[in-house]
C-alpha cells in the first residue's frame, strides 16, 4: 500500500522556522510530482507549494512566495517544505501529495494523500 509520512510539524513563535518532511513509501514516486496543501479549522483544504519529479518545475502559493522553499531528495524518495518568516495564518494541518500527472494547484489534481502534520504558529 502506497504511502506518504509527514514529519516536522510542531509549535513555532511567529518568525521562526520549521522544515516539513514527506518520505514515500514507493520507489516508482521518484518519477512522481509532489506537493503541500495544507488546511486550517473550517477551512477548504489550500495549495502551499508543489515540485515536479525532475525538480524543473515548481509552484507556490501567493501567500507562502519568497518565505517557503520546497525540495526534493529523489534517493530518499523525500519532499521537504522549509518555511521560514512564519505568521500565525500559516497555522494548520499540512499534507504531503503526490501524483504521476504534472503539478498543478488543485486538490483534485493529486491521488496520493498523507495523513498530515501540525503544524501551529502562536504569535
Known amino acids: 500500500q502506497v504511502q506518504l509520512v509527514e514529519s516536522g510539524g510542531g509549535l513555532v513563535q511567529a518568525g521562526g522556522s520549521l522544515r516539513l518532511s514527506c518520505a514515500a513509501s514507493?520507489?516508482?514516486?521518484?518519477?512522481?510530482?509532489m506537493a503541500w496543501f495544507r488546511q486550517a479549522p473550517g477551512k477548504e483544504r489550500e495549495f502551499v507549494a508543489a515540485?515536479?519529479?525532475?525538480?524543473?518545475?515548481?509552484l507556490y502559493a501567493d501567500s507562502v512566495k519568497g518565505r517557503f522553499t520546497i525540495s526534493r531528495d529523489n534517493a530518499k524518495i523525500t519532499v521537504y517544505l522549509q518555511m521560514n518568516s512564519l505568521k500565525p495564518e500559516d497555522t494548520a494541518v499540512y499534507y504531503c501529495?503526490?501524483?504521476?500527472?504534472?503539478?498543478?494547484?488543485?486538490?483534485?489534481?493529486?491521488?496520493?494523500w498523507g495523513q498530515g502534520t501540525q503544524v501551529t504558529v502562536s504569535s
Open positions: 515540485i515536479s519529479w525532475g525538480g524543473g518545475t515548481i
Open positions: 501529495a503526490a501524483d504521476y500527472r504534472a503539478p498543478t494547484t488543485v486538490v483534485a489534481g493529486w491521488n496520493y
Open positions: 514507493e520507489r516508482s514516486f521518484r518519477s512522481a510530482a
